[in-house]
């Protein structure tokens, strides 16, 4: 009994010991998607200091920031690694590129759509991204007018839908003089008819918004998963990357490597993201979030062209035209009509309930990031731990 038990032993260690190598080769990264910075309030808006905290901690936390090319090219080793991707082409990016990620050696992706660039007050202009494309930023297409890369859409106006992935390659490549293999999927809607058209044209990569862990050879290179960063979710990621950090990244399981070499496994698997499963998808990514919505409850066609026009206007968040840029710069002109006067006792009392909330406020976002951290960390790790004891298990009696 104590002879089949030592023999066993020796070759249960022998297993663990062949099956090391298969982990330590694991490559992976964290993709991190952002869109504007400044001091507007909205959700997806992050202050140029808070950007700057998120990357110092993350660098702090022992991550490499890693380009796209790095990334196509295979010049990546373990899986503590962050790509930077920045959608929709703002203004604020050029600020944000020079006064921050330059210094950091970070080279981001940027996802840019055509339409607005040059046109609006709020977007770069060609010259500002020609530089950035001069200085490595990796550019990628976000479609041509920002559009729903949807069959819906794909059948409706087919034209439109086509516009979004040819035209808006086409003009990215002779404005840059770049070649452009990359689209980022608008709202992270994607569909099949759009990876088709993709391909098609000329695509290799499609970046979408699953949040996992990016693991090399890509399972899909045109579903390539990202976390979207907002104000209500950066500190409970951030501490949720600084706590993966501490992990040994370089352990994963059989059931990784495998969809990573069964590429008919991971065709099977796509998550491809439709408008009827967009609003659930990005409500769990950001709290209280109608900016970005799409209006998806009209299950009927419209009848006319006036329909048409008003049931799509929410397709177009950053497209503005010509009489409503007048309007936006005549009312920013109007005199802010002055306050009425109040008593200091009353001014107090009101300083004294802004401060309460103010600190309330802060005390929840400092619980919501312990426990976000805690869930993310609990299910990564109870899924890898129970994956890999499962494998070695069935390689044993194997």
Not at 67 to 78: A, M, P, R, T, Y
Not at 178 to 192: D, L, Q
Not at 318 to 339: C, G, N
Request: glycine letters at 4%; one cysteine or more; hydrophobic letters at 35%.
């Amino acid at each position: 009994m104590n002879r089949v038990i030592i023999k066993l032993s020796i070759i249960f260690t022998i297993v663990l010991t062949s099956l090391t190598p298969l982990f330590s080769q694991t490559k992976g990264m964290y993709v991190l998607c952002y869109h504007t910075f400044g001091d507007k309030k909205d959700p997806y808006t992050l202050a140029y200091s808070t950007l700057k905290v998120n990357l110092e901690s993350l660098k702090r936390a022992g991550y490499k920031f890693v380009s796209f090319e790095d990334v196509v090219s295979g010049n990546i080793e373990g899986t503590k690694n962050i790509l930077v991707t920045i959608d929709d082409g703002n203004k604020s990016v050029y600020e944000a590129y020079f006064s921050i990620m330059k210094p950091l050696g970070i080279k981001p992706v940027l996802g840019i759509y055509p339409a607005i660039i040059g046109r609006v007050h709020y977007a770069l202009t060609w010259e500002e991204l020609r530089r950035l494309s001069a200085e490595g930023c990796y550019i990628a297409s976000h479609g041509y007018h920002h559009m729903f890369l949807s069959e819906k859409y794909s059948k409706e106006e087919p034209e439109s839908f086509k516009k979004e992935i040819y035209y808006s390659k086409k003009v990215l490549e002779e404005k840059l003089g770049r070649k452009i293999e990359a689209m980022v999927y608008p709202f992270g809607v994607y569909s099949n008819i759009a990876v088709a058209e993709m391909k098609n044209a000329g695509y290799k990569y499609g970046l979408c918004l699953t949040q996992k862990m990016a693991y090399l050879p890509f399972e899909d290179s045109f579903a390539i998963p990202r976390y979207m960063i907002t104000k209500p979710n950066q500190k409970g990621l951030m501490a949720f990357f600084a706590k993966k950090a501490q992990e040994n990244h370089n352990v994963s399981t059989l059931e990784d490597s495998k969809k990573e070499n069964n590429p008919k496994a991971a065709k099977k698997n796509v998550d491809i993201v439709s408008l009827q499963n967009y609003p659930q998808r990005i409500s769990k990514m950001v709290a209280n979030d109608i900016i970005f919505m799409p209006d998806n409850q009209q299950s009927e066609k419209p009848k006319n062209k006036k329909n048409i026009t008003k049931s799509r206007s929410n397709f177009k968040p950053y497209i503005h035209s010509a009489a409503d840029l007048k309007r936006i710069k005549k009312e920013s002109k109007k005199d802010v009509t002055p306050s009425k006067k109040i008593s200091d006792q009353e001014l107090n009392r009101k300083t004294t309930r802004h401060t309460f909330f103010r600190e309330l406020k802060e005390k929840l976002f400092d619980i919501e990031k312990e426990l976000t951290a805690y869930i993310h960390s609990f299910i990564d790790l109870a899924a890898t731990k129970t994956a890999f004891v499962r494998d070695r298990i069935v390689s044993f009696f194997s």
